[in-house]
């Protein structure tokens, strides 16, 4: 019933920037929650950052606070991660979820219902 795609994901050293977004389109009304997640090669995908509908409540990983920015505009169907001072550690694909339930654990991937394709980031050294 929603659909996501991600984007803005390339090639950056270490240090500089990239701005991710992700588009939703269908039943976006149903839609509360949206979440960052990421996962590196032979590794889980582990959550990076949350936010809830209305923008009141967001959550960062310990690895990337006072690193990265989440942020939504509503009007445009749209999530956005800002993404500063880039380590070669961050290099991983990175998936936009969704979810529209309530009382779920934001940092577990087990609590969103729609997930996009993906974007790749690699950071280099």
């Known amino acids: 019933q929603v659909q996501l795609v991600e984007s803005g994901g390339g090639l950056v050293q270490a240090g500089e920037s990239l701005r991710l977004s992700c588009a939703a389109s269908?039943?976006?009304?149903?839609?509360?929650?949206m979440g960052w997640f990421r996962q590196a090669p032979g590794k889980e995908r582990d959550f990076v950052a949350a936010i809830t509908r209305s923008g009141s409540n967001v959550y960062y990983a310990d690895s990337v606070k006072g690193r990265f920015t989440i942020s939504r505009d509503n009007a445009k169907n749209t999530v956005a991660l800002q993404m500063n001072t880039l380590k070669p550690e961050d290099t991983a694909i990175y998936y936009c979820g969704a979810t529209a339930n309530y009382g779920l654990r934001l940092q577990s991937t087990g609590s969103y219902t729609y997930w996009g394709q993906g974007t790749q980031v690699t950071v280099s050294s």
């Open positions: 269908g039943r976006t009304d149903s839609t509360y929650t």
